[in-house]
């Protein structure tokens, strides 16, 4: 008896190979059947990676050309109007990306990761009927190669809760319409085989919700229960706990219920419920979405734990999610240390370690052979150099936190602005920029050269200081107030203040699927986190060198930092934001006294990291609050303190955003119209800020007559005096012949709107 279960496998392939393929595609430079051919080639690949390890339960239909939502859209024929002219794979593409004739589909995050789904387009007219060939094909094709499959779905709930109507309305109102579908779906894939596992990913149940979602649990699962005996119905939950679905599901004609334990420990709560109803557990113990080697002793005893309540045989060993979140195998990690990557674990170790403990829980040591033997020694042993290394522990970083009494600024808001409004002199309605320039091909060469080593230190900076003078001579000449040094040095706001970061890790390999065909990297912090020197320091005073104008500095904040790297689990992740605070803190203080008045502390993904229960957000606001402040604590009075967020929906974290206490804060909001905006006058925000007056995400130039009636627009509902004018991100995506022509109308409209 081994019980191993993984919910999902990542698809891209440990070289990006699907990536590479769909690029290569759209760029019309392979057909179509090319894709078809690697993708085939992937599946076979991934399942017998699963199945070498041991893997019980392998899932088909986790794999998807772009996106698992966009492919339950499909399956349930939810085409919006605009594509219905098209078919097959223009048509799914079309949907995901858009075309010359119509938007893409809006794209949005997956819970509280990095991955993005297709927000299917829904409407009472649509026409719901079954397409069931992928899921089928995918089952049969893992079939005839020997491998027998569960069917992974995304439930129809948790569809229902991320899809939007089009035509008004409630998507739950939907749910007559799309069920007969999924049931026609069942009944197909019930004349499969004898017994099938269909497993229904509901992870909207990790999320607060109402008793009338919750009550649709019961109406769903009962009717998918009693479709064919042929058919178990494992429903799962992940990245928090489930417990009101629990309840609901223990009474209903399920067969499995699958737990996340590790980020939803409450999870343990609903053992006794789960005992009683007889069902079986799929405990995810193996983290579906970090990076560290499994502790298999702390694991085995969770699950012993567990249990104590829920007999042995109805338990099986489950990763806590898809392992999508994670990157592929450590297999080309060639350049990592030997015990860093002793530490870590991606995808396809987790098989082995799911395998290792299902082993272990349900037979005990003596059951293992040699090579398992070995496994497990190895284990425990890369375990304790982890929790014993001096890599990790800074006993001066960890002095430096119990000593701290600095925890805010000196002075309050109101002398603060007054202060920095007489120091830096900046008129009405100042103009800046987000910080960075077009990446160019010749600067993206030279920070390649300079990596590889090919080109030297001093022609590389002279390289970047011949962009920074261009930045600055083109910002002058357009007349902006605030100057930026255009964030040359710079492949990724992140990543590049972790490579100077004592305790971050980078791989080489170690890409997960943000969305489609596009993979980040993100670097791991592992240790202590320490700044050697300074980081930013000699590019921002050499940029302040070349202008009598105000060049403002650029940091990336503590809680960005934090939420777009893979975080060490062995600490509390507030004391790992706080380090960077400290960090940052000292990176201010050496800004400031180098003769730069005003820097920016970047906090783009600060509502990213927002736990999905209400009752944990509290929290989560206190420590990034805290630590934001930290970071900027030791900025002078006169030092004027920015902050930018790509978001335009603050409605709901507007007073935490106030509480970070930056003097000036820049927003999207070009994009969402703005209505939005009227939130902050009716709070009465009191900060200075710069709302974004044109898009960049789009390659078009906005015209002065627009951002004359967008800032029109803006003061309508926020004072003059308050009111910064800047475009609504960075520019780093853009290209010069976009970005010269848009902020020129800028400055210009700013012009007309202070004559007018
Ligand atoms: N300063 C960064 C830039 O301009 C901010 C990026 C972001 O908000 N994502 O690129
Ligand atoms: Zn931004």
């Not at 279960?5 to 760029?27: H, M, N, T």
């Not at 080697?293 to 104590?308: A, G, P, T, V």
């Not at 596009?518 to 050499?542: E, H, Q």
Request: hydrophobic share 35%.
């Amino acid at each position: 008896m081994s019980k191993s279960y993984v919910i999902g496998f990542p698809r891209i392939g440990e070289q990006r190979e699907l990536k590479k393929v769909l690029e290569s595609f759209w760029a019309k430079k392979c057909p179509f059947s090319e894709v078809q051919k690697v993708a085939k080639e992937l599946r076979l690949r991934h399942w017998s990676y699963q199945k070498k390890s041991h893997i019980e339960y392998i899932s088909s239909n986790d794999f998807s050309l772009y996106d698992n939502m966009l492919d339950t859209a499909i399956m349930l024929n939810a085409i919006p109007k605009r594509f219905r002219d098209l078919k097959d794979h223009e048509l799914y593409f079309s949907m995901a990306r858009g075309d010359s004739l119509r938007v893409a589909m809006e794209m949005t995050k997956w819970f509280n990761t990095n991955y993005h789904y297709i927000v299917p387009e829904l409407s009472l007219e649509d026409e719901y009927k079954l397409n069931s060939s992928k899921i089928i094909n995918e089952y049969k094709e893992a079939k005839d190669h020997g491998f027998k499959t569960k069917i992974n779905l995304i439930g129809p709930i948790t569809f229902l809760a991320l899809s939007k109507r089009v035509d008004g309305g409630d998507t739950y109102e939907l749910i007559d319409k799309i069920l007969p579908i999924y049931e026609e779906l069942l009944k197909e894939i019930s004349t499969l085989d004898d017994q099938i596992v269909i497993q229904f990913d509901e992870p909207i149940f990790a999320k607060d919700n109402e008793t009338r979602v919750l009550s649709l649990l019961k109406i769903v699962y009962d009717k998918f229960g009693s479709i064919s005996k042929n058919l178990k119905i494992a429903v799962i939950t992940y990245f928090d706990h489930s417990n009101e679905a629990t309840k609901v599901l223990v009474n209903s004609l399920v067969d499995y219920i699958g737990l996340d334990f590790l980020y939803g420990k409450e999870n343990l709560k609903s053992l006794d419920l789960i005992a009683n109803s007889g069902k079986k557990l799929i405990a995810g113990v193996v983290d579906g979405r970090n990076i560290w080697r499994n502790d298999i002793q702390n694991s085995i005893k969770l699950l012993k734990e567990i249990s104590q309540t829920i007999p042995k045989e109805d338990i099986i060993i489950s990763s806590s999610c898809s392992l999508l979140h994670t990157p592929f195998s450590l297999k080309y990690e060639d350049k990592m240390s030997s015990d860093l990557k002793s530490w870590l674990s991606f995808a396809v170790e987790k098989l082995d370690e799911i395998a290792l403990i299902s082993k272990i829980f349900l037979h005990d040591i003596d059951s293992l052979n040699e090579s398992e033997k070995r496994a497990l020694e190895d284990n425990i042993k890369a375990n304790n150099s982890r929790k014993n290394s001096p890599k990790i522990h800074n006993d001066k970083i960890q002095q430096k936190i119990k000593n701290l009494t600095k925890f805010q600024r000196d002075d309050k808001f109101e002398d603060r602005i007054k202060a920095q409004r007489d120091a830096l002199k900046y008129p009405i309605l100042p103009t800046t920029t987000i910080g960075s320039f077009p990446q160019t091909k010749e600067v993206r060469k030279a920070r390649a050269e300079f990596k590889k080593g090919s080109i030297s230190q001093e022609k590389y900076e002279q390289k970047m200081k011949e962009y920074i003078d261009d930045c600055i001579a083109f910002q002058e000449e357009c007349g902006l107030d605030v100057l930026v040094h255009g964030e040359p040095e710079r492949n990724d706001m992140v990543e590049y203040f972790g490579e100077q970061l004592n305790g971050y890790g980078f791989s080489q390999n170690g890409w997960v699927q943000s969305y489609g065909s596009r993979c980040v990297k993100p670097p791991f912090i592992y240790g202590d986190i320490s700044r050697a020197k300074p980081m930013t320091l000699n590019w921002i005073k050499y940029a302040q060198s070349k202008t009598k104008k105000i060049v403002k500095g650029m940091l990336t904040g503590p809680v960005t930092m934090l939420n777009w790297s893979f975080v060490r689990d062995d600490k509390p992740k507030d004391e790992v934001s706080k380090q960077l605070a400290i960090a940052l803190s000292d990176e201010i203080d050496d800004l400031q006294n180098g003769g730069i008045k005003i820097i920016q502390v970047d906090e783009a993904a600060f509502k990213e990291g927002y736990p999905l229960r209400e009752s944990k957000i509290k929290s989560y606001e206190k420590w990034a609050i805290r630590d934001f402040k930290i970071a900027t604590s030791k900025a002078k009075k006169e030092t004027q303190i920015h902050t930018h967020m790509c978001y335009s929906e603050f409605n709901d974290i507007i007073k935490t955003i106030e509480a970070m206490d930056a003097d000036v804060i820049s927003i999207e909001t070009a994009r969402s119209g703005n209505e939005l905006l009227k939130i902050f006058k009716k709070v009465g925000y009191k900060q200075e800020i710069g709302p974004g007056v044109y898009d960049i995400h789009s390659p078009r130039v906005p015209s002065v007559d627009e951002i004359v009636n967008q800032i029109k627009l803006l003061l309508e509902v926020l004072p003059k005096e308050q009111l910064w004018i800047n475009p609504d991100c960075g520019l780093k995506t853009r290209k010069w012949e976009e970005v010269k022509p848009s902020l020129k109308n800028m400055t210009q409209a700013v012009k007309i709107v202070k004559n007018s």
